[in-house]
């Protein structure tokens, strides 16, 4: 159960609410994001909710019967659209491109990386400077330095960055330079992560856990929400299946059952997804169709030269041809 307190709601008003949720054996949750405040009610008992409803100091009030609640569409039936500034949206219907490299590795692959978006109008640049690597003797990123000077080359362009955080000590350390968070695959179910996020003022894109089911993708969600976040997106960017011919299984499945479950918006990753480069257009496009809010992908000037992950790299010009591909599926939409 959701209640959305009034901004007014009087210490007898909140009393007298507390009152008759522990009337019904209720547990009362106070929320407060950078919009509202809720109660969000946990309890078992099937009971009439317009007594609460009636209460003074009380603006709606929604059963959510679902373990996650504040990111279920069941109590927000609009979607979420995430504003990043600059006029750049996420989730308002049109396809939002996030591209780059997999890691960050130079000044100049930055700028070669962002005179290819400028060349198509994407907005939103991707790339790591922290990098969860399945071996500790691989490139683990540039780290802060490479962070800052990336941002200063993406300032001056108009473009976003969303880049991917691993600890809770390094959200302070890159909040000035980030515009997205990203929540990586490993760090899907990091609590103590998801808690910190909740506290931030930027926007979170969430990553599927690589072994996740979507309720235990949404309850992470619900991690962040609660602890007063509501800007958040999820990421499906493929699981672990018996299958082993590609690097991930990418579920498009998840694409259309997330878009029923929550208001927030949902973004593909093909390139993790399927994991070959040859491959990533035709998984991009299916998500696009499916529904997807947005497309992350990777993308490089020389991907067989790429510090990681090249193998599932779009070269500028398969790119090129792609984002074009996408803009007609996108079209056809509408
Ligand atoms: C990435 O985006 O480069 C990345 C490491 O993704 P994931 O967490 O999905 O593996
Ligand atoms: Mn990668």
């Avoid at 930055?110 to 990098?131: D, E, P, S």
């Avoid at 672990?240 to 998840?254: G, H, L, M, Q, V």
């Amino acid at each position: 159960m959701i209640i959305q307190l009034d901004v007014a709601i009087t210490p007898e008003q909140q009393r007298v609410l507390e009152e008759q949720l522990a009337k019904v054996k209720y547990q009362g949750n106070p929320v407060t994001t950078q919009y509202a405040n809720y109660l969000v009610g946990v309890g078992k008992k099937e009971f009439d909710i317009r007594a609460i409803g009636s209460l003074p100091g009380i603006r709606d009030i929604h059963r959510v019967s679902d373990d996650y609640k504040l990111v279920s569409k069941k109590w927000r039936v609009d979607d979420t659209v995430i504003d990043l500034g600059d006029d750049i949206r996420i989730g308002d219907g049109s396809l939002s491109l996030m591209v780059g490299p997999c890691s960050i590795e130079s000044e100049e692959q930055v700028a070669l990386t962002i005179a290819h978006m400028q060349a198509n109008g994407i907005r939103i640049m991707r790339g790591g400077v922290y990098k969860p690597r399945s071996s500790p003797y691989s490139f683990r990123g540039m780290g802060i330095d490479g962070l800052k000077m990336w941002h200063e080359q993406t300032r001056a362009a108009g473009i976003k960055i969303i880049t991917e955080v691993m600890t809770v000590d390094q959200i302070e350390v890159m909040h000035d330079y980030v515009d997205v968070f990203q929540v990586g695959a490993r760090n899907s179910q990091n609590f103590n992560l998801l808690d910190a996020l909740g506290e931030v003022d930027k926007p979170v894109l969430l990553k599927r856990g690589i072994s996740g089911t979507i309720d235990e993708l949404l309850a992470s969600a619900e991690y962040i929400f609660s602890n007063g976040n509501e800007r958040i997106m999820l990421c499906e960017r493929g699981i672990r299946s018996y299958e082993t011919a590609y690097r991930n299984t990418f579920d498009i499945n998840a694409l259309v059952m997330l878009k029923e479950k929550t208001h927030l918006p949902v973004i593909a990753d093909p390139s993790h997804g399927i994991g070959i480069r040859r491959f990533v257009d035709k998984i991009a496009m299916a998500a696009a169709v499916a529904g997807a809010d947005g497309v992350i992908m990777e993308v490089h000037h020389q991907p067989e030269k790429a510090f990681s992950d090249g193998q599932q790299t779009l070269s500028f010009a398969e790119a090129n041809r792609l984002y074009k591909q996408l803009k007609r599926i996108e079209w056809l939409q509408d």
